[in-house]
């Protein structure tokens, strides 16, 4: 999983490439390069980490010209160094690569028998030397490409420059996005259009198999068999160019946002002043749904898992739900009153991906809860509702968990009304709850500082447990996940009734111990599962209802939530796991909104 770019223009285009692999970042900060063909030559800089480390270096060794491609890379095959990052050039061509080639070991080794050396571990080197042997054997440079990627297996975006040809660049894709954008004085290939959206405001996104030609001002579309073809253009957003806005993290800016866009996104999903449910203006037809599988990844996963207890509970739709990875290596019992269900913040997850193009040719119906709109799950599913986040910058996902659960429960609420499973009085109780949802984020980050304090008291601890039970179990599996991802602390999510069925072995007086208790059905049982901890000198740090004698007793610390209704516990509650994972991170001083090893959106299975 890489960002990839491609600028052709009347100018320099060295540094628009780096001012756009910033933007790119995301998808992978491993590394970072660029190649531009100029004068019968390719100049190529790469180098090891961020998109920064690349600019440094341009600054001290620039390379110039008027086209170039450029990349950010999140490793796959072989080490995240310099030899690896890619553009790949082998002597007539350069390539930018995302995605992953399935059969190159195959390839490799026919051409190694043949002589040919490789440089890198990479997947990707194939693409190029096998560019450039078609080149070496006369062939002219889209014939060279084309001939090439009908031996490729698997998911990829490729963008390629030739040596000898200053203006020319050639893409294709086949799973993984490219789209263009033509600007003035300029042609775009990218990734995204978030990355581009500084140049214009319309794009336009290649299918599968479309080979893109672009030299000079012209851009020719071309299917597999080089047949000219169109695609249709389509209006982008704006990046959001508030960049930081005075905040430390884009996740700390992101927690903050919660209250306004989960407004936004509930308002769409719901009419506040009439208590009913807007779901009736998608032309979707639920009436015969029984049974819905949801399938997603990590924090995405997790809004599936609170989504299902909620379509049980209140719509009495039974769920299966599955990890993405998983999804398809089961047998799902796909029928026709079943309804596929992905959630995902990027919309690009390879698994999740994979798991609805199998639902989809088991005829299932797909419906998928999104945040980028033109992402490729969107685009391949028969219902899109969004989620109404805004850009997600920062890696671990926080906004975008909340927002999927308003829209999640949005849905639930609509399905529980047409399957006749709650009545008037009772859906208006629950958008009720809804409503409320907004303000109550707003009162909860007011604990930022008691957090904090908590922060202090446990970022050098090695290890944390979460432990919650019913609709908290999520969110003891969101709060450590969040935990261990930015600030590297091992933490684990449990049912707090598992707890003595084996992780009670790891309470000492070192372990702290995130208890998730809302005033439930379950408050009473928690508070055993807490003495057992207390007893055996854990720290315990308890989100939810706090009394003041469990604050002597116990000697824990509390974080006071005073929500016990369905719908909104599991939003409300998941905020404070979101602070207290910032201010550890913080404290730790780890790389927050880009941790290593992960990538925000991860296109490779
Ligand atoms: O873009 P998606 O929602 O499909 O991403 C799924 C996961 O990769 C993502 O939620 C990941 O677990 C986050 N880093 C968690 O904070």
Redesign the pocket.
């Known amino acids: 999983m890489c960002g990839i770019i491609g600028i052709s223009a009347k100018k320099n285009v060295s540094n628009d490439i780096v001012q756009c692999l910033k933007h790119l970042s995301y998808r992978g900060y491993d590394s970072a390069g660029l190649s531009i063909a100029k004068d019968n030559e390719i100049l190529e800089r790469k180098i090891q980490g961020k998109v920064t480390n690349l600019e440094n270096f341009l600054n001290n060794y620039p390379i110039s010209g008027n086209c170039g491609i450029g990349h950010t890379r999140w490793a796959t095959h072989g080490e995240p160094n310099t030899i690896n990052a890619h553009p790949h050039t082998i002597s007539n061509v350069s390539v930018v690569h995302n995605g992953i080639i399935e059969n190159y070991h195959d390839l490799k080794t026919i051409l190694e028998k043949s002589g040919v050396n490789f440089i890198s571990d990479t997947d990707t080197e194939i693409i190029s030397q096998l560019i450039n042997i078609e080149l070496i054997n006369g062939k002219k440079p889209l014939e060279a490409f084309k001939n090439t990627i009908t031996k490729l297996k698997g998911a990829y975006a490729i963008v390629a420059i030739f040596r000898g040809y200053d203006d020319l660049m050639i893409g294709t894709k086949l799973g993984s996005p490219l789209l263009y954008m033509k600007a003035k004085n300029m042609i775009l290939l990218s990734s995204d259009a978030y990355s581009i959206s500084d140049y214009g405001s319309s794009v336009t996104y290649l299918e599968d198999g479309d080979i893109i030609v672009t030299e000079k001002s012209k851009i020719s579309l071309h299917d597999h068999s080089l047949k000219t073809i169109q695609r249709p253009s389509k209006k982008i957003k704006k990046r959001d160019k508030d960049g930081l806005n005075g905040y430390d993290h884009f996740m700390i800016k992101e927690i903050k946002e919660q209250p306004d866009v989960l407004s936004h996104a509930l308002s769409y999903y719901l009419n506040f002043s009439k208590y009913k449910i807007n779901l009736e203006k998608y032309n979707f037809d639920f009436t015969k749904i029984n049974r819905i599988i949801i399938s ?6 997790f809004a599936g898992m609170v989504a299902k207890s909620w379509f049980e509970d209140i719509a009495n739709i039974k769920v299966d739900l599955d990890i993405a990875s998983e999804f398809r290596y089961k047998k799902m019992f796909f029928d026709n009153k079943t309804l596929s269900l992905f ?7 390879a698994d ?1 991906l994979a798991a609805l193009r199998h639902a989809k040719e088991n005829d299932q119906k797909i419906v998928s809860v999104v ?1 980028t709109v033109e992402s490729s799950i969107a685009k391949e599913s028969d219902l899109v509702l969004p989620i109404f986040a805004g850009q997600e910058i920062g ?4 906004k ?2 909340t927002c999927q659960l308003a829209t999640l429960a949005s849905l639930v609420l609509f399905l529980a009304k047409k399957k006749r499973h709650i009545n008037a009085s009772q859906e208006k109780a629950l958008i009720e709850e809804l409503v409320h949802i907004p303000s109550q984020v707003l009162d909860v980050l007011k604990y930022e500082n008691d957090i904090k304090k908590i922060a202090k008291d446990i970022h050098k601890s090695s290890s944390a447990i979460f432990m919650g039970r019913g609709a908290t179990l999520p969110l003891a599996l969101e709060g450590a ?2 935990l261990k ?1 930015i600030s590297y602390i091992h933490a684990e999510g449990i049912a707090s009734g598992e707890l003595k069925h084996g992780a009670i072995a790891l309470v000492d007086k070192k372990l702290p111990v995130i208890v998730l208790a809302p005033d439930d059905i379950f408050y009473v049982k928690n508070l055993s599962n807490m003495n057992e901890v207390y007893s055996r000198g854990g720290k315990i740090i308890l989100v939810g209802k706090v009394q003041n004698d469990q604050l002597k007793d116990l000697k824990l610390t509390g974080i006071n939530i005073e929500v016990n209704g369905k719908l909104n516990i599991p939003i409300i509650m998941s905020i404070p796991l979101q602070l207290l994972a910032y201010h550890v991170a913080k404290l730790r001083g780890t790389d927050i909104d880009q941790p290593r090893n ?1 990538a ?3 296109t490779v299975e």
């Open positions: 997603a990844c990590g924090t995405a996963y959630i995902s913040q990027s919309g690009e997850t999740t945040n890696v671990a996902s926080t975008a968990f996940l969040k991802e992960l925000k959106a991860v």
